[in-house]
C-alpha cells in the first residue's frame, strides 16, 4: 500500500478507501499522502478530517469537496466512517455514490474505514468500484521481521536474527510500540550501529509489556470460561514470581478497560479516539474493542464488583492473594453457568 506513494501525483486516485485490521500503516498512509500532496503551511486548511458521527457529515463532506481553500492549492479530506460501510440501510448512500461519480479536480478523499467494513453492502461494493481500495493486515512472521529490518536500516544501523525475534516476542506486531521502542534504542546507542539482544535487553523493560500481554491471555481465557486454564496461568504467573498486588492491579485494570471499551464502542467512538480521552496507548484499547462484544453489560457489573471484593478482603487480612484470585474465578464461572440456559 506505501508504494502507492511513490507514484507521480497525477498517478494518484482521487479516492481511496483503506480497510483491514492495521491501523499503523492506515494511519501512516495518510499522514504521508498529506505530506505529499498539502505544504505544511496550508495543511491547517487543506487537510479536512470529518467523522461520520458528527452531525450532518455527509453533506460536510459533499461541501468542503466542492469549496476551494482560502490558500488555494490541492486539498485532501480524510473521512472516518463507523456504520456507514457496515450498514445495509444508508440514507446518504445513493448520493455519496453519485458524488463519487463527479468527484472534483483537485481535490483527494481517503476514507479510513479499518476494520469498519462489510464486504456484503451494497454500499461497499458500489464504492470499491469507482475508488482505489486497499486492504491491511496485521504483520506477522516474515514481513513483521522486514518492517523491523526496514526502520533499522533506515537510520543506518543492523539489527541481528535474536534481536528480531526479541522484539517480536515481546511486542508481537504493536507496530506503534515497536517504533517507539526502536527509537529509544537509537538515541541510546549513539554512533552504535548493530542492535543486539544484549543491547535491547539493556534499553527495553520488558516486564511491564509481557505482563500485560500474559494479563490480556488470562482475561481471554476468563471471558471463555475456561477456568482450568485461567488457573494453570494464574499459577503460573505466581511461580514466576510475578507480585501479586501487581497481578491484581493489572487485572482491575483491564476489567475497567474492557467496560469502557464496551461502552465507547456502542457510542460509535472509535479505539483511537477512545485512547486520547483515556490518556492510554491504542494498541490495549484496540484489544478490548475486539473483545468488548463478548461480554454483557451485567457481566462486566459483576467482574467489577467481584474485583472490588478481592481488594476488600485483602485489605481486611480475610484472605490471601492466591485464594481470593482463586476465588475470583470460580465465582466468575458459576456466573456463568447461571446465566446460561440449561
Not at 18 to 45: A, H, M, Q, T
Not at 63 to 80: H, M, P, W, Y
Not at 139 to 148: C, D, E, M, T, V
Amino acid at each position: 500500500m506505501l508504494r502507492e506513494l511513490q507514484n507521480k501525483k497525477e498517478e494518484l486516485a482521487p479516492v481511496y478507501l483503506l480497510g483491514g485490521d492495521n491501523d499503523y500503516l492506515i494511519e501512516k498512509f495518510v499522514r504521508e499522502f498529506v505530506r505529499k500532496i498539502v505544504p505544511e503551511e496550508k495543511r491547517s486548511f487543506n487537510w479536512v478530517k470529518i467523522d461520520e458521527e458528527e452531525e450532518n457529515a455527509l453533506e460536510k463532506l459533499f461541501n468542503s469537496a466542492r469549496t476551494v481553500s482560502l490558500l488555494g492549492g490541492e486539498k485532501v479530506i480524510q473521512f472516518r466512517p463507523r456504520r456507514f460501510f457496515k450498514s445495509k440501510d444508508n440514507p446518504g448512500e445513493e448520493k455519496f455514490i453519485e458524488f463519487l461519480d463527479s468527484w472534483p479536480k483537485g481535490v483527494y478523499l481517503i476514507i479510513t474505514a479499518g476494520e469498519e467494513i462489510d464486504k456484503r453492502t451494497r454500499v461497499f461494493k458500489q464504492t470499491k468500484k469507482r475508488v482505489r481500495f486497499f486492504e491491511t493486515q496485521s504483520l506477522k512472521g516474515q514481513n513483521l521481521h522486514s518492517w523491523i529490518k526496514a526502520q533499522v536500516e533506515n537510520r543506518g544501523k543492523i539489527i541481528d536474527r535474536e534481536a528480531l525475534f526479541f522484539l517480536e516476542y515481546a511486542f508481537f506486531n504493536q507496530l506503534y510500540v515497536i517504533e517507539n521502542e526502536l527509537e529509544k534504542v537509537f538515541l541510546f546507542m549513539g554512533e552504535e550501529k548493530k542492535i543486539t539482544r544484549a543491547l535491547l535487553e539493556e534499553i527495553i523493560s520488558i516486564d511491564r509489556v509481557l505482563h500485560e500481554k500474559f494479563v490480556f491471555e488470562w482475561m481471554d481465557a476468563i471471558s471463555k470460561q475456561e477456568t482450568n486454564k485461567a488457573l494453570e496461568m494464574l499459577g503460573e504467573m505466581l511461580r514466576q514470581g510475578t507480585n501479586p498486588v501487581y497481578l491484581f492491579t493489572m487485572l482491575a485494570r483491564q476489567i475497567r478497560l474492557l467496560a469502557l471499551s464496551w461502552e465507547f464502542k456502542r457510542k460509535g467512538v472509535s479505539h483511537q479516539e477512545a485512547a486520547k480521552k483515556l490518556g492510554e496507548h491504542p494498541f490495549p484499547l484496540q484489544k478490548c474493542y475486539r473483545v468488548a462484544d463478548g461480554f454483557s453489560f451485567s457481566e462486566l457489573s459483576f467482574l467489577w464488583q467481584e474485583v472490588a471484593l478481592v481488594g476488600e478482603r485483602i485489605v481486611r487480612g480475610e484472605m490471601e492473594w492466591r485464594p481470593s484470585l482463586e476465588m475470583f474465578l470460580f465465582r466468575w464461572k458459576d456466573f456463568k453457568k447461571r446465566k446460561t440456559p440449561s
